[in-house]
């Protein structure tokens, strides 16, 4: 189709789509007006059953830990269709000259920017394994907790030093944090059918509501999320960032 | 039932290892430990139909989260034979196409399998669950797998064009697939299938219903690739590696129509059950344009693979009015027709993988006369080609008589016309590449406009061989066999008939989800009709006559008027015309699809 046509054509059906998807939305309880049973359930279960004061992380990874398991596959499939999409072909290398991989555009930052970016790894790891562990406790967790704790080498990738960022998170290691994260998580859902009969069914010691030790199954899922997490966006990001910096030619 | 879960498990877990581990292992065991998952999948999932199918299906409560005063909490497995024959037909299938890849790729490591398995899991997560937002879930999972699949063979530029159109095609739908979702779980507060059901209960639709039930409908179809949101597909098939190609034409696209069904007569059979005409009418009008569509598509290709792609696109018309008809007996027709078009389908695919390994083109003309040096691939070529177009009494046959049957219950004498053409066009299609294989017909074709596409496919392998290893054969050949013999065991398709009785069923469904209360009314089985033999052998001699019309009609043309020849060629040119595999295209005509569907229900349904 032309410009126009599509154009037009976008025009006439975008507009009955919105027409029909404010009809539809009409039909929406006004805004706080809550019905529902489920959330006053989940509200009452928390505490009393699973010993977590969390419910988000309560419904991820207990009540609906199996929608979690599909989710955190849907990051860890997403990560290997990268790696399958950028690999090396024949005729491709990798850069060997070090010092221009380091001259990207951060090389040549300031100072301080430098000290800046070095100085956070650290905070970023403590908060980030912070966040994974007291996601049954506040609101945060493996997900969240993740991203926070891939989000670490990037410092020393902003400071302009991006092999030191591979040298800090080694591509293997990274890549072992994703499968194994996923596999772990795999195995504590069929864990809970060899030990408690039911898959995905939480039989680790409660604890005490609001300690460390405490949700049964919430912190474990936690955590092997965050592997899986970590690994598997540092897997993505230092391969879009190997096609940029690195991998020079072709075929042909 | 303790092994509920495990077809979604264990794939998944065996993925991660062969992930962690996919720079030592060496090719053999990559292969053994992917191909012995699907073999265990299979296991287990007909162990599953096998306790369900004797009119016990049950729902596993995850995490044990059972519902409470009959509210769901957690997420249910809701498994009965429809759900857990179609997971079984999936693994059969993707074990069929692992088994294939053994000799199919020189260069692949563990991420092919483990992105497989992960496929796998996925396909048989979406069949058993009983959960709409897991649903969703596991069709993004599909989705996040399918779009690396296609484009595998990222040296050429048509994989990864067609991996774009794939995935940006299936997000919208899938923005519209959450979209619905979220409606319905404003208005009920949930999101089992069978708890939002019986929260709807039989209150007359209103808008927000309509919209949602649209929004749903048509993010599924998306996936099923019914038209005007089809485009993708052709794309897609086309590009991806034969064995892949295999599970998006034999599986993943039937997953979509399946989820139309469940989600009809789990949530919306009660609140639409006033208005089941006017749903059947336009469920039937996009079905019945997809199917002439897929048809006319499908015998105008010469790249062997698009050609195909059509002839899926064709079959899903089929499988829309099918289920469109909104009848136990339709149902259960696509059920035995997916069975049987699936089978047939994939072994095609795989036939054209056979060529393309050895001939490195899939384009007809190009390969005219090379079938000689592969005699059996031509013959297996053919067999599948006599079976798409339903003839009698392969399990084709007995799908379509059950579809014509439904038809004519329901009110449209003519639907089975609409089967016949789309049998004729997509057989007669393979048909006449069989010919052409074998060196009949004219080599050189009457306007070169499509060569360049189908081969640049070239550069999946390096050279020409003199060799096809027996296994790449040998895989068709039992699949072709299957697709035959299935409809004939005894007890297979009356089975299948009280298994959709069963599946439509709402109040059932309801009460043996949320209570444990099995009971259904009873289902019927039918008989095969003198006039379905007439209209599938018509069909078969149809094809037969297309494929004759295709190798040797060129100089008919010259006899016949112009006037009349004029206007066929300028309508299959403009049909061509449009795709374009242009994104942008695509996405506008998703939305005019969207906007049909949503506007029809909005003002007929009401």
Same mark, same amino acid.
């Given at each position: 189709?032309?410009? =126009? $046509?599509?154009? #037009? %054509?976008?025009? /006439? @059906?975008? +507009?009955g789509?919105? &027409?029909?998807?404010? *009809? !539809?939305?009409t039909?929406?309880?006004?805004?706080?007006?809550?019905?529902?049973?489920?959330?006053?359930?989940?509200?009452?279960?928390?505490?009393?059953?699973r010993?977590?004061?969390d419910?988000?992380?309560?419904?991820?990874?207990?009540?609906?830990?199996?929608?979690?398991l599909?989710?955190?596959?849907?990051?860890f499939?997403s990560?290997?269709?990268?790696?399958?999409i950028?690999?090396?072909?024949?005729?491709?290398?990798?850069?060997?000259?070090?010092?221009?991989?380091?001259?990207?555009?951060?090389? =040549? $930052?300031?100072? #301080? %920017?430098?000290? /800046? @970016?070095? +100085?956070?790894?650290? &905070?970023?790891?403590? *908060? !980030?394994?912070?966040?994974?562990?007291?996601?049954?406790?506040?609101?945060?967790?493996?997900?969240q907790?993740?991203?926070?704790?891939a989000?670490?080498?990037?410092?020393?990738?902003?400071?302009?030093?991006?092999?030191?960022?591979?040298?800090?998170?080694?591509?293997?290691?990274?890549?072992?944090?994703d499968?194994?994260?996923?596999?772990?998580?795999?195995?504590?859902?069929?864990?809970?059918?060899?030990?408690?009969?039911?898959?995905?069914?939480?039989?680790?010691?409660?604890?005490?509501?609001?300690?460390?030790?405490?949700?049964?199954?919430?912190?474990? @899922?936690?955590?092997?999320?965050?592997?899986?997490?970590?690994?598997?966006?540092?897997?993505?990001?230092?391969?879009?960032?190997d096609?940029?910096?690195?991998?020079?030619?072709?075929?042909? | 039932?303790?092994?509920?879960?495990?077809?979604?498990?264990?794939?998944l877990?065996?993925?991660?290892?062969?992930?962690?581990?996919?720079?030592?292992?060496?090719r053999?065991?990559?292969d053994?430990?992917a191909?012995?998952?699907?073999a265990?999948?299979?296991?287990?999932?007909a162990?599953?139909?096998?306790?369900?199918?004797?009119?016990?299906?049950?729902?596993?409560?995850?995490?044990?989260?059972?519902?409470s005063?009959?509210?769901?909490?957690?997420?249910?497995?809701?498994?009965?034979?429809?759900?857990?024959?179609?997971?079984?037909?999936?693994?059969?299938?993707?074990?069929?196409?692992?088994?294939?890849?053994?000799?199919?790729?020189?260069?692949?490591?563990?991420?092919?399998?483990?992105?497989?398995?992960?496929?796998l899991?996925?396909?048989a997560?979406?069949?058993?669950?009983?959960?709409?937002?897991?649903?969703?879930?596991f069709?993004?999972?599909?989705?996040a797998v399918?779009?690396?699949?296609?484009?595998?063979?990222?040296?050429?530029?048509?994989?990864?064009?067609?991996g774009?159109n794939?995935?940006?095609?299936?997000?919208v739908?899938?923005?519209?697939?959450?979209?619905?979702?979220?409606?319905?779980?404003?208005?009920?507060?949930?999101?089992?299938m069978?708890?939002?059901?019986?929260?709807?209960?039989?209150?007359?639709?209103?808008?927000?219903?309509?919209?949602?039930?649209?929004l749903?409908?048509?993010?599924?179809?998306?996936?099923?690739?019914?038209?005007?949101?089809?485009?993708?597909?052709?794309?897609?098939?086309?590009?991806?590696?034969?064995?892949?190609?295999?599970?998006?034409?034999?599986?993943?696209?039937?997953?979509?129509?399946?989820?139309?069904?469940?989600?009809?007569?789990?949530?919306?059979?009660?609140?639409?059950?006033?208005?089941?005409?006017?749903?059947?009418?336009?469920?039937?009008?996009f079905?019945?344009?997809?199917?002439?569509?897929?048809?006319?598509?499908?015998?105008?290709?010469?790249?062997?693979?698009?050609?195909?792609?059509?002839?899926?696109?064709?079959?899903?018309g089929?499988?829309?009015?099918?289920?469109?008809?909104?009848?136990?007996?339709?149902?259960?027709?696509v059920?035995?027709?997916?069975?049987?078009?699936?089978f047939?389908?994939?072994?095609l695919?795989m036939?054209?993988?056979?060529?393309?390994?050895?001939?490195?083109?899939?384009?007809?003309?190009?390969?005219?006369?090379?079938?000689?040096?592969?005699?059996?691939?031509?013959?297996?070529?053919?067999?599948?080609?006599?079976?798409?177009?339903?003839?009698?009494?392969?399990?084709?046959?007995?799908?379509?008589?059950?579809?014509?049957?439904?038809?004519?219950?329901?009110?449209y004498?003519?639907?089975?016309?609409?089967?016949?053409?789309?049998?004729?066009?997509?057989g007669?299609?393979?048909?006449?590449v069989?010919?052409?294989?074998?060196?009949?017909?004219?080599?050189?074709?009457?306007?070169?406009?499509?060569?360049?596409?189908?081969?640049?496919?070239?550069a999946?392998?390096?050279?020409?061989?003199?060799?096809?290893?027996?296994?790449?054969l040998?895989?068709?050949?039992v699949?072709?066999?299957?697709?035959?013999?299935?409809?004939?065991?005894p007890?297979?398709?009356?089975?299948?008939?009280?298994?959709?009785?069963?599946?439509?069923?709402h109040?059932?469904?309801?009460?043996?989800v949320?209570?444990?209360?099995?009971?259904?009314?009873?289902?019927?089985?039918?008989?095969?009709?003198?006039?379905?033999y007439?209209?599938?052998?018509?069909?078969?001699?149809?094809?037969?006559?297309?494929?004759?019309?295709?190798?040797?009609?060129?100089?008919?043309?010259?006899h016949?008027?112009?006037?009349?020849?004029?206007?066929v060629?300028?309508?299959?040119?403009?049909?061509?015309?449009?795709?374009?595999?242009?994104?942008?295209?695509?996405?506008?005509?998703?939305?005019?699809g969207a906007?049909?569907?949503?506007?029809?229900?909005?003002?007929?349904?009401?």
């Amino acid at each position: 189709m032309s410009r =126009r $046509a599509r154009l #037009a %054509l976008f025009a /006439l @059906a975008g +507009g009955g789509l919105a &027409a029909v998807l404010v *009809i !539809g939305f009409t039909g929406l309880p006004d805004f706080g007006a809550y019905h529902g049973v489920y959330g006053r359930i989940i509200d009452g279960i928390g505490v009393t059953l699973r010993h977590g004061t969390d419910l988000i992380t309560l419904l991820n990874f207990d009540v609906r830990a199996f929608d979690t398991l599909g989710e955190e596959f849907i990051l860890f499939a997403s990560v290997l269709g990268i790696v399958l999409i950028l690999r090396q072909l024949r005729g491709e290398r990798q850069e060997p000259h070090k010092e221009e991989a380091e001259e990207h555009s951060f090389a =040549r $930052a300031s100072a #301080a %920017l430098r000290t /800046l @970016a070095l +100085g956070l790894v650290p &905070a970023i790891v403590a *908060i !980030g394994v912070y966040i994974v562990v007291h996601g049954q406790i506040t609101p945060g967790g493996g997900f969240q907790g993740g991203v926070i704790l891939a989000a670490a080498p990037l410092g020393a990738f902003l400071a302009g030093r991006y092999l030191s960022m591979k040298a800090i998170a080694p591509h293997l290691l990274i890549e072992w944090g994703d499968a194994i994260g996923a596999a772990g998580y795999a195995l504590l859902g069929l864990s809970g059918l060899v030990f408690a009969g039911i898959f995905l069914r939480n039989y680790i010691p409660l604890g005490t509501p609001g300690h460390l030790l405490s949700g049964g199954q919430l912190d474990v @899922a936690s955590v092997f999320v965050g592997l899986e997490v970590s690994g598997a966006f540092l897997v993505a990001w230092t391969q879009f960032l190997d096609q940029a910096m690195l991998v020079r030619g072709g075929q042909q | 039932m303790h092994i509920a879960a495990l077809p979604v498990f264990i794939p998944l877990l065996a993925a991660a290892m062969l992930v962690a581990f996919r720079h030592w292992a060496p090719r053999v065991l990559n292969d053994a430990v992917a191909t012995g998952v699907g073999a265990a999948v299979v296991v287990l999932c007909a162990l599953l139909l096998a306790h369900t199918a004797h009119g016990r299906p049950f729902a596993y409560w995850m995490g044990g989260w059972r519902p409470s005063h009959s509210v769901a909490i957690g997420i249910s497995l809701s498994i009965d034979p429809i759900g857990a024959g179609l997971a079984t037909y999936m693994a059969v299938l993707v074990t069929a196409a692992l088994i294939y890849s053994w000799r199919y790729f020189d260069a692949v490591d563990g991420l092919y399998h483990a992105l497989m398995l992960v496929f796998l899991a996925a396909m048989a997560g979406f069949s058993l669950t009983g959960d709409l937002f897991n649903l969703a879930v596991f069709f993004e999972l599909m989705g996040a797998v399918a779009y690396a699949l296609t484009a595998y063979k990222i040296e050429e530029k048509g994989p990864i064009q067609g991996g774009i159109n794939f995935a940006i095609s299936n997000s919208v739908g899938a923005y519209a697939i959450f979209t619905g979702i979220a409606l319905l779980y404003a208005r009920t507060g949930a999101l089992n299938m069978a708890q939002i059901g019986a929260t709807l209960g039989h209150h007359h639709a209103d808008p927000l219903v309509l919209v949602a039930m649209s929004l749903l409908f048509i993010g599924f179809l998306t996936k099923a690739a019914a038209v005007p949101v089809h485009f993708w597909l052709a794309d897609a098939h086309a590009v991806a590696p034969a064995p892949v190609s295999v599970l998006f034409s034999g599986v993943m696209v039937e997953l979509g129509i399946y989820a139309v069904a469940r989600l009809y007569w789990t949530i919306f059979a009660g609140p639409l059950g006033p208005h089941v005409e006017e749903l059947r009418a336009i469920l039937i009008a996009f079905g019945t344009l997809t199917a002439l569509w897929g048809a006319v598509m499908c015998f105008s290709q010469r790249h062997l693979k698009r050609l195909l792609a059509f002839s899926t696109i064709s079959h899903v018309g089929m499988f829309v009015c099918g289920i469109g008809l909104l009848s136990a007996k339709g149902l259960a027709g696509v059920a035995v027709y997916v069975i049987g078009h699936g089978f047939t389908k994939a072994a095609l695919f795989m036939l054209s993988g056979v060529l393309l390994h050895r001939f490195r083109t899939i384009d007809e003309f190009d390969l005219h006369g090379k079938g000689r040096e592969l005699p059996w691939a031509v013959v297996l070529f053919a067999v599948g080609g006599l079976l798409l177009s339903a003839i009698p009494v392969a399990t084709l046959f007995f799908g379509k008589s059950l579809l014509d049957g439904a038809a004519l219950d329901g009110g449209y004498p003519w639907l089975p016309a609409i089967f016949v053409i789309s049998s004729m066009f997509t057989g007669g299609a393979v048909l006449r590449v069989s010919g052409r294989l074998l060196g009949w017909g004219p080599s050189q074709p009457a306007d070169e406009r499509q060569a360049a596409a189908a081969r640049e496919e070239e550069a999946e392998e390096e050279a020409p061989r003199e060799y096809t290893p027996p296994l790449m054969l040998l895989v068709p050949a039992v699949l072709l066999l299957g697709a035959i013999v299935i409809g004939l065991i005894p007890g297979a398709v009356p089975g299948i008939e009280i298994a959709a009785g069963h599946f439509h069923d709402h109040t059932a469904y309801i009460n043996w989800v949320l209570h444990g209360h099995v009971h259904f009314a009873p289902a019927s089985t039918s008989h095969v009709e003198g006039f379905d033999y007439a209209y599938a052998g018509g069909a078969t001699l149809g094809a037969i006559a297309l494929a004759a019309l295709g190798l040797f009609g060129r100089p008919l043309k010259r006899h016949l008027p112009h006037l009349l020849l004029q206007p066929v060629v300028v309508a299959v040119g403009g049909l061509r015309e449009l795709h374009s595999g242009h994104i942008g295209d695509y996405i506008a005509w998703w939305t005019a699809g969207a906007a049909a569907l949503g506007g029809a229900s909005l003002i007929f349904l009401r």
